[in-house]
């Protein structure tokens, strides 16, 4: 819902809630305002994952063959710890991709990603 279509809403609330004379009123606007609430933590929680993905590089033609490595081969290869190749991608010094939607996804770095870093070039 965006800000107009919000703002009419509460308008035909509060009309509504001048004319209440029977409980069922009540029930009524209060399953309107339950919708509204679910929509605006929908859209909060959309954000936020849109946040957390914007650090994420996109898959192309040219890096779709590009061997992927798992935080802990990536830490390996790099001489640190696991933890650590999190936290580079956390400050986005990393670029990796997830391989699914939910919270628990498994991570990826290109083995160009690790190249890179290995010979001392910064980040494009």
Do not use: W
């Not at 279509?5 to 009540?26: G, H, T, Y």
């Amino acid at each position: 819902m965006s800000n107009p279509e919000l703002l009419i809403a509460f308008s035909k609330i509060k009309k509504v809630i001048k004319r209440i004379k029977n409980p069922q009123d009540v029930a009524d606007i209060l399953e309107a305002i339950e919708e509204v609430r679910g929509l605006v933590l929908l859209k909060k929680e959309l954000l936020e994952r849109k946040e957390k993905l914007q650090h994420l590089p996109v898959v192309t033609e040219e890096n779709q063959n590009d061997p992927m490595r798992t935080p802990a081969e990536a830490a390996v290869q790099l001489g640190v710890e696991r933890q650590t190749i999190y936290n580079k991608i956390k400050k986005g010094d990393i670029q990796a991709s997830k391989t699914g939607a939910g919270e628990k996804d498994a991570v990826r770095i290109p083995q160009s990603e690790l190249d890179r870093i290995k010979n001392g070039k910064s980040k494009r």
